[in-house]
């Protein structure tokens, strides 16, 4: 009797379960720093609280000028049975400039199964170039960041106008939060860094820090800690936000240290 084709079950491609894709990630990217510790979801207890019906990882690897900011997502198991659950998603984020780290990732989709349609409707006008595959039930997709940026800077009048809210003492949260986007949409330079860092100064921002620490700019992440010191006990969501971001600028400021 002929032996089952290892690459599929019944006609379809065999599951990834969370310890194949963990050892995917390792040959992918072995021999390549880590710039911030893993962040394991389910080992921390800090985290017990966060709710929702998955469990996530992350990882962030440097090189050169570059990060590759990797995360895995699985169902929620009781412990002991992480050896059987499938994950549902691997992701690889890249930011700044690594050639490497763009080859590296790319490794992650060879051997999939072109799956287009698996990207959100919602994503795929945001101007960020992806590769996206299926392998089993799990999406794996590489997301180039560094491939929406402006190209333009804003002419003063509408840079102004944009900066505004961001500038202002009396505009909500949920104004500084579309305000930034927006700004951060339409050009990214040292004057949109600046606006941004002057507002995290002043109030608790996790858009702005989101962008900041996308960009890589590390003079942000003491406003960041300050935040993350004062979440109230209980909110898990905001705790592990604001821990991803300070990993991610950890991260960021581990290039200018020696490996």
Not at 208 to 231: C, N, T
Request: hydrophobic share 40%; proline share 7%; charged share 30%.
């Amino acid at each position: 009797m002929e032996e089952p084709d290892a690459g599929a079950y019944n006609g379809r491609p065999l599951p990834m379960r969370l310890q194949e894709a963990q050892k995917l990630l390792d040959r992918c990217f072995t021999g390549t720093r880590e710039g911030a510790p893993r962040l394991h979801e389910p080992s921390d207890p800090r985290f017990a609280e966060r709710g929702g019906a998955v469990w996530l990882e992350y990882r962030w690897y440097v090189r050169e000028r570059g990060m590759a900011e990797v995360f895995l997502k699985w169902d929620r198991v009781p412990p002991g049975n992480e050896k059987t659950v499938e994950a549902t998603v691997l992701r690889t984020h890249l930011l700044g400039q690594s050639p490497m780290l763009s080859q590296r990732a790319l490794r992650t989709v060879e051997g999939g199964t072109p799956a287009p349609e698996r990207v959100l409707d919602v994503l795929k006008n945001d101007g960020i170039r992806r590769e996206c595959v299926a392998r089993g039930r799990t999406t794996v997709t590489v997301e180039h960041w560094e491939s929406r940026r402006p190209a333009a800077l804003l002419d003063e009048a509408r840079f102004a106008e944009l900066a505004s809210p961001l500038e202002s003492e009396d505009s909500t949260p949920d104004a500084r939060h579309e305000a930034v986007q927006r700004l951060a949409d339409a050009e990214r330079s040292p004057r949109v860094q600046d606006v941004l860092l002057r507002l995290v100064a002043r109030k608790p921002s996790l858009m702005a820090l989101r962008i900041l620490s996308e960009w890589g700019e590390v003079k942000a992440r003491e406003y960041l800690q300050r935040d993350l010191a004062a979440v109230p006990p209980g909110n898990a969501a905001d705790l592990w936000a604001l821990t991803a971001l300070d990993r991610r600028l950890e991260a960021w400021q581990s290039l200018a240290r020696p490996a």
